[in-house]
């Protein structure tokens, strides 16, 4: 079946300017995240929606990143007065329940989008 | 602190050399660990967790709590294996956490 699905796979933009990258998940999956990988660092856990809430968003580093997740499906990352900081691969991940009690839910990735601040 | 160290970058073995990757965790608590894989040109993927106690690919690792540690290992190693592995803990608020990731290249 379709897996994690993410628009656009590369978005280059300036310094200042806003964007919005978008994670389609695996269909049934109510559980979404969104990590940030850095050049030559592993993936940092930004946000995770339990549906269409934010259960945590302790890992936006700053009030210029907001993610929204409307119909508890799509989710949009939202990047505002963008930075050259903020170049990095931005992941999406979904998995089936998330943070359940006991749960060891596998977490499916996607291809990333690759965000260059000039 | 919470951390996941790989101390290799780059590990280059040659074809049906056992291979050994390294990954030491730093956590209060009993934490689930995991690796993942990056093959060239695809997303990241689960490899294996602890609690499975699986071999996948050839692939096992054993939780070794003594010495804080989760190495990965293959007895010989094969040219598809090159890739990016992350070693990662998932902690009691359900994080996860990853390393910074070691490249195993497969030389022939």
């Known amino acids: 079946g379709a897996g994690v699905s993410q628009t656009p796979s590369n978005k280059v933009t300036e310094k200042g300017k806003y964007v919005e990258l978008r994670c389609d998940p695996i269909s049934g999956h109510t559980a979404l995240y969104w990590y940030r990988q850095s050049l030559g660092q592993g993936p940092e856990f930004l946000i995770y929606?339990?549906?269409?809430?934010?259960?945590?968003d302790s890992g936006l580093p700053n009030d210029r990143f907001f993610a929204v997740r409307p119909e508890g499906s799509v989710s949009t990352l939202k990047i505002q007065r963008t930075e050259r900081g903020d170049s990095a691969v931005y992941l999406c991940a979904s998995s089936v329940t998330g943070r359940t009690s006991g749960s060891t839910d596998t977490q499916y990735f996607g291809p990333g989008t690759r965000l260059t601040v000039l | 602190a919470q951390r996941v160290t790989q101390p290799e970058k780059l590990l280059s073995v040659f074809k049906g050399a056992p291979v050994e990757l390294k990954c030491n965790y730093s956590?209060?608590?009993?934490?689930?660990l995991f690796w993942y894989v990056q093959y060239s040109r695809q997303r990241l993927q689960l490899l294996l967790r602890h609690i499975s106690r699986e071999s996948i690919k050839g692939f096992t690792a054993d939780l070794n709590k003594g010495e804080t540690s989760f190495h990965l290992k293959k007895p010989f190693a094969q040219e598809e294996d090159s890739a990016m592995y992350y070693c990662?803990?998932?902690?009691?608020?359900?994080?996860?956490?990853f390393g910074k990731g070691t490249r195993l290249h497969i030389l022939p």
């Open positions: 990662a803990l998932r902690n009691r608020d359900d994080k996860i956490i």
């Open positions: 929606f339990q549906g269409t809430g934010a259960a945590d």
């Open positions: 956590y209060s608590g009993s934490p689930e």
